[in-house]
C-alpha cells in the first residue's frame, strides 16, 4: 500500500511564526503536492514538485514556500504564518505520466491564532 | 486557467442511482478524475477517464465528454458509507490536477 505521512494531524501557532508541515511518502514517487482545503473552495494547489530539488508554483503560493531535498520528503513553510493561513493541509504523491492517481496523507489542520 | 463546476449537494435514498455531475474549461486536458473525501479523512481516487465513454468500477461508473467538456460519476445501489464529498479534477497538464469545490453526498434511509 502506497503511504503518505503528515508530521501532524493538528497544529496550533501564534501570527508571524515559522511554520514547517512535512510529508514523507514510501512509493519512490516523482511528484509531490501540497494543497490546502477550506470549506466551499475544494482542495487548492500550493505548491507541487516533480523531482527533488525542483519546485514550482501552484494556483496559491503567496506566503508559502516548499523544500524538497530528498525524494520522498516535501516540506511547506510557512515563512511567517497569518490567521488566513488556518486551514486543513493536505499532501500527495503521484508517478506521474498519465493516470494521475494522487495519493493524499490524513492532512494536518493548521490554527493561527 | 481550469476552472470546473459541481453541485454542492445531494440528497439520495439507499438503494437508489445517483449523479454527479462537472463541467470545467481548462487551456489543457489530459483527463478527468473522481475522488472521494470522507469527514475528516484524506481524498482517495475511485476513476479517471482520459477518453470519451463510460468507465465502470464495481457500483461505481465514471463518464467523459471532451466535445462537451463534461463528466459525471454514476453511484449505483447507494449504501450509507457512500455519504461523503465527491471532487472531480481535470488534468490539465501530464501531472498537475485542479480539483472543483466538490458535492456532498447524503445517503439517506
Known amino acids: 500500500d502506497v503511504k503518505v505521512t503528515q508530521s501532524s494531524r493538528y497544529l496550533v501557532k501564534r501570527t508571524g511564526e515559522k511554520v514547517f508541515l512535512e510529508c514523507v511518502q514510501d512509493m519512490d514517487h516523482e511528484n509531490m503536492f501540497w494543497y490546502r482545503q477550506d470549506p466551499g473552495l475544494g482542495l487548492r494547489l500550493i505548491y507541487f514538485s516533480y523531482d527533488v530539488k525542483m519546485k514550482e508554483k501552484g494556483d496559491i503560493p503567496e506566503g508559502y514556500s516548499v523544500s524538497r531535498e530528498k525524494k520522498e520528503r516535501f516540506s511547506l513553510i510557512l515563512e511567517s504564518a497569518s490567521t488566513n493561513q488556518t486551514s486543513m493541509y493536505l499532501c500527495a504523491s503521484s508517478t506521474g505520466g498519465g493516470k494521475e492517481t494522487q495519493y493524499f496523507g490524513p492532512g494536518t489542520r493548521l490554527l493561527v491564532l | 486557467g481550469q476552472s470546473l463546476e459541481q453541485p454542492s449537494e445531494v440528497t439520495a435514498v439507499e438503494g437508489a442511482i445517483v449523479q454527479i455531475n462537472c463541467t470545467y474549461q481548462t487551456s489543457g486536458f489530459y483527463g478527468l478524475s473522481w475522488y472521494q473525501q470522507h469527514d475528516g479523512g484524506a481524498p482517495t481516487f475511485l476513476s479517471y477517464?482520459?477518453?470519451?465513454g463510460l468507465e465502470e468500477t464495481g457500483r461505481f461508473s465514471s463518464f467523459l465528454s471532451r466535445s462537451d467538456s463534461y463528466g459525471y460519476l454514476l453511484l449505483q445501489e447507494l449504501q450509507m458509507k457512500d455519504s461523503a464529498s465527491y471532487f472531480c479534477?481535470?488534468?490539465?497538464?501530464?501531472?498537475?490536477?485542479?480539483f472543483g469545490t466538490g458535492t456532498r453526498l447524503q445517503v439517506t434511509l
Open positions: 479534477a481535470v488534468a490539465g497538464t501530464a501531472s498537475k490536477l485542479t
Open positions: 477517464n482520459a477518453l470519451d
